[in-house]
């Protein structure tokens, strides 16, 4: 079985093929990020056009790749959402369309269930059950995982997204785009003990985050710097992101206390942060317990999660009509059980 994926949902064109035997058989990727750093962040309808001239190339790339014809296809599978809906509608209609031609269905996949598949496509891969931890530039969410589709949110942001916070204090402190890889990159060199910032809502019950009066206190320590040279940005990244840190193991710890799970899954853009990964492996030791992640090009959005994640709703019986549909939000508990695993 082979599955065509297309992920379009923000600024990352993605396409791959997934093969039901050997798994990823090509994995191509456009980032727009040299188109948007100018304007310190991603425009809409740039980033629509841009999807527009790279998802048709970038498809026949990855079937040269795989070293078959798009009839061979069983499926395509596409982002239908959460996103930009310019965006999303690019790649479902690019992906509806070449479903049409080439006579298989489409299979529409929530981008964030992608994501949360992803460390499924490692080896050694995760069994479910397991806690996952979804951490990117829109959405910080736990969540309580028995299968394919049985998910249920244990706590989320009630404000900015870690990866938003992150995007955010970058900026603030000057940095380029995209801001979390540049804070991170500098906050190695940052001096421990300088600042303390504090851990938002772990001085309360609950698995919820918040995130927006971290940035807050850093972007006041920030103006509050009688000189604020390299070392002092550098001081307050590593605050910001030793914060940060924190705040999810105490929040991933909790929740492993409550579903008594010893298995954690970190996914989506912000995974890919050394220091996170590495206080939690910590957590994870804590309790004899084990943490899994995707490899770092299958944090970001990638067309090979949406691929993989396709295969599974597909060989579980889900595809779409001919009606192009795509949904800027998008619940991920609404999703139903594959019944697969």
């Excluded at 989320?156 to 916070?165: N, P």
């Excluded at 972007?219 to 940005?233: E, F, G, H, M, P």
Aim: charged fraction near 20%; aromatic fraction near 8%; include cysteine.
């Amino acid at each position: 079985m082979l599955i065509l994926g297309i992920e379009s949902s923000c600024d990352e064109t993605g396409v791959a093929i997934y093969d039901e035997d050997k798994g990823i058989v090509a994995d191509v990727l456009h980032s727009q990020v040299n188109i948007h750093a100018k304007y310190g962040g991603v425009v809409p309808e740039l980033a629509s056009r841009d999807h527009i001239r790279r998802t048709v190339p970038l498809v026949r790339e990855a079937l040269a790749i795989a070293g078959i014809e798009g009839d061979e296809l069983d499926a395509i599978a596409y982002t239908a959402g959460p996103g930009l809906i310019g965006a999303l509608l690019v790649g479902a209609s690019m992906a509806r369309s070449l479903a049409f031609a080439w006579n298989c269905p489409a299979v529409p996949v929530h981008h964030m269930e992608g994501h949360l598949l992803a460390p499924m496509l490692e080896d050694p891969a995760p069994d479910f059950p397991f806690i996952a931890l979804l951490v990117s530039g829109g959405h910080t969410q736990l969540i309580k995982v028995e299968g394919v589709g049985l998910y249920e949110l244990l706590g989320e942001s009630l404000d900015d997204a870690v990866g938003e916070a992150f995007d955010k204090t970058a900026k603030i402190l000057g940095l380029g785009y995209p801001g979390g890889p540049a804070l991170a990159a500098l906050a190695t060199k940052g001096v421990a003990g300088v600042h303390k910032f504090p851990r938002p809502m772990t001085n309360r019950p609950g698995l919820d985050f918040s995130f927006s009066g971290l940035k807050t206190f850093a972007a006041n320590t920030i103006r509050s710097c009688d000189d604020l040279n390299d070392q002092a940005k550098a001081d307050i990244a590593y605050a910001f992101e030793e914060a940060v840190c924190e705040t999810l193991a105490i929040k991933c710890r909790r929740a492993i206390k409550e579903t008594g799970y010893k298995t954690l899954v970190v996914a989506g853009g912000v995974s890919a942060n050394i220091q996170i990964r590495k206080r939690l492996t910590e957590v994870l030791a804590e309790f004899n317990g084990e943490v899994f992640y995707p490899r770092p090009e299958f944090c970001t959005d990638n067309g090979a999660m949406i691929a993989y994640a396709g295969y599974l709703r597909f060989k579980a019986g889900e595809t779409s009509g001919l009606e192009i549909k795509a949904r800027p939000r998008w619940p991920l508990t609404e999703l139903n059980a594959a019944g697969l695993m």
